[in-house]
């Protein structure tokens, strides 16, 4: 039984908080990375508080864990200045340096944050609500991802490290950088998701402007100093404060070449919209989904149970891949459901450094009661919790909440819920949940349960041409990073994985000639003596 009391009572006192996972202190954050320096803001701030809460003298209180700056254009545009200045119209250092000598910037980095784990760690913790296991999981992915980026880009430019001769033409090929990119990542993932677009815009060449999600930064202060002491000058920057005051300054200016953005479609176009010319300007884009999940009638539900939860309910349903809708065959729907309630009773509430915890407090300001909303709109549809202390909530903790039957009336039916309640829906024909699909605003993942290859078979052809990516008895999800990571419809624009992040980053550009004599010894001249770091047949071991 998890009722709001219970709950409660699961906001230690800071005094039975273990030492190793206290904040040491606040962390008023006044500084900035602009033009290679940290300067220091002296204007407004915004309080940061913490989802967790603690048990004090006055009653259970959330953690004010500390500050961070709020900039205004004057400090995003001398931002803009520094990126634009570091590129240079593509004649800066960073663009034209050897892709070898920029790995070696990047590994510099890598050397430099990977002691910063633990402090990068609890602020994933305290800011967001993250349990330990997923934030270490989530600092060790993203040195992994960074990682593995070095050596696609090796593989790349060893591919691209030769000449080519068709129809009497000398050509070499390669990739270069698009210019300044401003790179926004999600509060969920906002570490590994920013570095995701971040890394390999940085590795191609190009110059940042990096402003953190609203919730989510302090975590990213540890890491300021490897950034100035890794790149040169302007290559990054970073930009603090409300978005609506920062962003549309730096948008207007028409010197954003690349937005990557990991949010809503809302706000994507919005911003897109803001740039004087937006065809100039490629967009990156992770967006909204809501991935279904159908249960088929011969489907091993001890599986489908097992994946159902773990797609809908890892880091409270806060994933973009998240499973957000659950069709299941009036046919098992009773023993699904039974099943369903009894794992999800088995989740362990808690803190986030607590062993084994599953639900934490969630980190955006009024998201129990939204959570709530949905429930009380279900309800009153004709939907019931079936699941004991569904829906139980105190101070920022909401207690899963399974809704059963779900239909098309429901807000639930369409909209992201993009926290811990799980709408299940039943379906007597495979083309009612196929329609669901169909006529979705969004196009991210599938997930299927069953196993019949007949069945599965007929249905993986028309999902892949709605979805990206059809997930057979296993729940949706992004990894692993090697796979492309796309959308249709409202959820995705680019594809990004280890190697597609590097090819959005950067457009195909090369150096011809008539294969002449003439030409062949001035080609041969300047590889011999190393004079271009593009014309050039260097090999990356
Ligand atoms: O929030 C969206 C993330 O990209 C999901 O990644 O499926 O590995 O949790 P994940």
Not at 104 to 133: Q, Y
Not at 149 to 161: C, E, N, P, V
Not at 396 to 403: E, H, Q, R
Not at 496 to 519: G, W, Y
Request: proline residues 7%; contains cysteine.
């Amino acid at each position: 039984m998890a009722s709001p009391d219970k709950l409660a009572a699961l906001f230690p006192e800071e005094s039975a908080v273990s030492p190793q996972f206290r904040m040491p202190g606040r962390i008023d954050q006044r500084e900035y990375l602009v033009d290679g320096e940290e300067r220091v803001w002296n204007g407004p701030t915004r309080e940061v508080l913490s989802p967790v809460c603690l048990t004090t003298p006055r009653g259970i209180e959330q953690q004010k864990i500390g500050s961070y700056p709020l900039l205004d254009e004057k400090e995003a545009l001398a931002a803009l200045a520094a990126a634009v200045r570091a590129y240079d119209n593509g004649r800066g250092r960073w663009p034209t340096m050897a892709v070898a000598d920029r790995i070696r910037h990047v590994e510099d980095f890598l050397f430099r944050i990977k002691d910063k784990r633990g402090d990068v760690v609890r602020l994933l913790m305290w800011e967001i609500g993250k349990s330990l296991k997923d934030s270490e999981k989530e600092f060790d992915r993203t040195i992994e991802y960074v990682r593995d980026t070095i050596d696609a880009l090796k593989d790349l430019d060893r591919a691209s490290s030769r000449f080519t001769i068709q129809q009497g033409i000398i050509g070499q090929i390669r990739r270069a950088p698009l210019g300044v990119v401003l790179c926004m990542g999600p509060f969920n993932y906002p570490l590994n998701e920013t570095f995701t677009t971040l890394i390999p815009a940085l590795i191609m060449g190009n110059t940042v402007i990096f402003k953190p999600p609203k919730l989510g930064v302090l975590l990213h202060r540890p890491l300021l100093e490897a950034f100035r002491d890794s790149f040169p000058r302007g290559v990054v920057n970073t930009v603090y404060g409300e978005g609506q005051t920062i962003v549309p300054p730096l948008m207007s200016s028409g010197q954003i070449n690349v937005l990557a953005f990991i949010g809503t479609a809302r706000v994507a176009n919005t911003i897109r919209k803001q740039h004087p010319k937006p065809h100039r300007m490629r967009c990156v884009l992770g967006l909204d989904a809501k991935n279904a999940a159908i249960v088929l009638p011969d489907a091993d539900l001890d599986l489908a149970v097992r994946e159902c939860v773990l797609g809908a309910l890892s880091f409270n349903g806060q994933r973009c891949t998240a499973l957000k809708m659950l069709f299941v065959h009036t046919s098992v729907a009773a023993d699904f459901l039974r099943r369903l309630s009894g794992a999800v009773a088995q989740l362990k509430p808690g803190m986030p450094w607590d062993d084994g915890v599953n639900i934490t407090p969630l980190p955006e300001p009024g998201k129990p009661a939204r959570m709530a909303e949905y429930v009380a709109d279900a309800q009153r549809e004709g939907a019931a919790v079936v699941n004991e202390s569904g829906g139980a909530a105190s101070h920022t903790f909401f207690y899963p909440a399974v809704l059963y039957p779900v239909n098309a009336r429901m807000r639930l039916w369409r909209e992201e819920q993009f926290g811990p309640v799980i709408p299940v829906a039943p379906f007597d024909d495979i083309a009612e949940p196929v329609r669901y699909v169909e006529e979705s605003d969004y196009g991210q993942q599938v997930s299927i349960f069953g196993t019949d290859p007949e069945h599965i078979a007929r249905l993986v052809d028309p999902l892949v041409n709605q979805v990206c990516r059809v997930n057979i008895n296993s729940q949706c999800q992004r990894g692993p990073d090697t796979f492309p990571f796309a959308g249709r419809k409202d959820s995705a624009e680019g594809t990004l994985s280890v190697s597609d992040a590097l090819r959005v980053f950067a457009i195909r550009t090369l150096v011809a000639a008539k294969a002449e004599e003439v030409n062949k010894k001035l080609i041969t001249h300047i590889v011999r003596n190393h004079t271009s770091n593009f014309l050039s047949t260097d090999f990356i071991f």
